[in-house]
T-cell receptor, first 111, second 114 residues
Framework: KNQVEQSPQSLIILEGKNCTLQ??????????LRWYKQDTGRGPVSLTI?????NTKSNGRYTATLDADTKQSSLHITASQLSDSASYIC??????????FGGGTRLMVKP | EAGVTQSPTHLIKTRGQQATLRCSPI?????VYWYQQALGLGLQFLLW???????NRGNFPPRFSGRQFPNYSSELNVNALELEDSALYLC?????????????FGNGTRLTVT
């Protein structure tokens, strides 16, 4: 069954601290994995797309990793800011031009 | 470049009524996707339109329908509204096959059914 599981469901950290969000998937065949950031009440915004051959990709303070063998991805946020408070969603395409969405991790950064 | 725009931003309806939500994709994007996001839940796929045709639909009843116009804008219609239809409805667009390109989302229409 094609699934995308994210952990933790929610996370609270202090401003300036680092954190890592996890994504495990069982979607097959695999082509790429995407991380989106969704601020409350707004649409998701793409952070990064990782293809099968990429292990690490950075976008500012965001670094995504991918292990296609273990079917795991992580999103690491460095030196968190209050504006990082949002839901982070892991998405994996599957056959038929469909997307499988993870349930998201809700991150709250406190001052 | 203007992003994906959705209207209205908020919509309040009573049970049994009909709702129409609108979406304008990014210029040049031919595919439009509709998703439902109930409070605290993940995105659930509703419909996919490309070049004016419905290409796929999610596991939703037939009272959820839509269409895509020649200018690639799209409408989502929800008939016989039920309380559980209350959700954020997100529209996204892509340039043809999005296999290696991101979907671009609008900020959604918040539908409240009372």
């Amino acid at each position: 069954k094609n699934q995308v599981e994210q952990s933790p469901q929610s996370l609270i950290i202090l401003e300036g601290k680092n954190c890592t969000l996890q994504c495990n998937y069982t979607v097959s065949p695999f082509s790429n994995l995407r991380w989106y950031k969704q601020d409350t009440g707004r649409g998701p915004v793409s952070l990064t797309i990782m293809t099968f051959s990429e292990n690490t990709k950075s976008n500012g303070r965001y670094t995504a990793t991918l292990d296609a063998d273990t079917k795991q991805s992580s999103l690491h946020i460095t030196a968190s800011q209050l504006s990082d408070s949002a839901s982070y969603i892991c998405v994996v395409p599957r056959a038929g031009n469909m997307l499988t969405f993870g349930g998201g991790t809700r991150l709250m950064v406190k001052p | 470049e203007a992003g994906v725009t959705q209207s209205p931003t908020h919509l309040i309806k009573t049970r049994g009524q009909q709702a129409t939500l609108r979406c304008s994709p990014i210029s040049g994007h031919t595919s439009v996707y509709w998703y439902q996001q109930a409070l605290g839940l993940g995105l659930q796929f509703l419909l996919w339109y490309d070049e004016g045709e419905e290409r796929n639909r999610g596991n939703f009843p037939p009272r959820f329908s839509g269409r895509q116009f020649p200018n690639y804008s799209s409408e989502l219609n929800v008939n016989a509204l039920e309380l559980e239809d209350s959700a954020l409805y997100l529209c996204a667009s892509s340039l043809g096959s999005w296999e290696n390109s991101p979907l671009h989302f609008g900020n959604g229409t918040r539908l409240t059914v009372t």
